[in-house]
Nanobody
Framework: QVQLVESGGGLVQAGGALRLSCAGSGRTFSNTAMGWFRQAPGKEREFVAAIRRSASSTYYTDSVKGRLTISRDNAKNTVYLQMNSLKPEDTAVYYC?????????????????WGQGTQVTVSS
């Protein structure tokens, strides 16, 4: 059974940092691009970052550029999201997902398997 499991969320003060992990199981995810999305209360889920299978390229939504960094360790079947200089507006449930369709990296429809999400709360 294919699974993605996020971890590393929590409560942090503004300006703080967190590192999210997304561990895959059931098969290797090293041959596909992976992405992070987030959903804040009362808002639609939005794209945060994506990384190609070889990690040769990464993509970010404008609001997180320079603060969040996506990376992957294919040997561990794990994708990470290092979150620095966090802001209250970063508060959301963060999801990782596997991109299986040739669509824009920021398009939710490009992704199939999703994790259950991990809560990130940034206090002011």
């Amino acid at each position: 059974q294919v699974q993605l499991v996020e971890s590393g969320g929590g409560l942090v003060q503004a300006g703080g940092a967190l590192r999210l992990s997304c561990a895959g199981s059931g098969r290797t995810f090293s041959n596909t691009a992976m992405g992070w999305f987030r959903q804040a209360p009362g808002k639609e889920r939005e794209f945060v970052a994506a990384i190609r299978r070889s990690a040769s390229s990464t993509y970010y939504t404008d609001s997180v550029k320079g603060r969040l960094t996506i990376s992957r360790d294919n040997a561990k079947n794990t994708v990470y999201l290092q979150m620095n200089s966090l802001k209250p507006e970063d508060t959301a449930v963060y999801y990782c997902a596997e991109r299986l369709r040739y669509m824009n990296y920021g398009a939710e429809g490009a992704y199939d398997y999703w994790g259950q999400g991990t809560q990130v709360t940034v206090s002011s």
